[in-house]
């Protein structure tokens, strides 16, 4: 992997083919052999530029490691990357799945502050956290929100709703 990378950024360096083709590589390489460590250590030094489909893929593959998502998104800033619906919607599943329901709420904040208007695919991944959550009133205001917004629910909405509350025993 190691020699993989430094043959790859010689060629970028040298202006040899695409950049973001050699980083796509280099990402898809590092995660299919479990060697995360030399990938993340070049993309800290910045000598990487990822894109915002990357850092999605990265965001799911580091989903237990709510720490190393952190990093990710602070290199996500650092690199001028937007925040979409996309970034936003990753983002609040993996700190979901981890029980960091505090740091979702900080997520919608920023998206609002950003006027980043959610669509079906935020709220559903919001419902979805916050049932499994147990926070079943929030799964109501989110549902509620969603009417007042003229948001249409869509067939993974009602599959979420349906579990959550079902477990709620509503």
Request: no cysteine.
């Given at each position: 992997?190691?020699?993989?990378?430094?043959?790859?950024?010689?060629?970028?360096?040298?202006?040899?083919?695409?950049k973001q083709h050699?980083?796509?590589?280099i990402i898809e390489t590092g995660l299919k052999t479990h060697l995360e460590a030399p990938m993340l250590e070049l993309?800290?030094?910045?000598?990487?530029?990822i894109s915002t489909r990357n850092f999605v893929v990265l965001f799911g593959h580091f989903e237990k490691r709510i720490e190393i998502v952190e990093e990710?998104?602070?290199?996500?800033?650092?690199?001028?990357?937007?925040l979409n619906v996309y970034v936003i919607s990753s983002l609040i599943q993996q700190?979901?799945?981890?029980?960091?329901?505090?740091?979702?709420?900080?997520?919608?904040d920023r998206m609002k502050q950003?006027?980043?208007n959610p669509d079906v695919r935020i709220f559903n991944v919001l419902i979805d956290c916050y049932g499994k959550a147990k926070n079943f009133d929030q799964v109501s205001r989110l549902r509620n929100e969603m009417g007042q917004l003229n948001i249409t629910p869509d067939i993974v909405t009602?599959?979420?709703l349906i579990n959550c509350y079902g477990k709620a025993g509503m």
């Open positions: 992997m190691a020699s993989l990378i430094t043959q790859t950024l010689r060629k970028v360096r040298l202006g040899l083919g695409h050699f980083t796509n590589r993309m800290k030094k910045e000598e990487l530029r990710l998104r602070e290199m996500m800033k650092r690199q001028g990357k937007e700190f979901g799945k981890a029980g960091e329901m505090e740091e979702v709420k900080n997520i919608v950003l006027n980043i009602f599959s979420i």
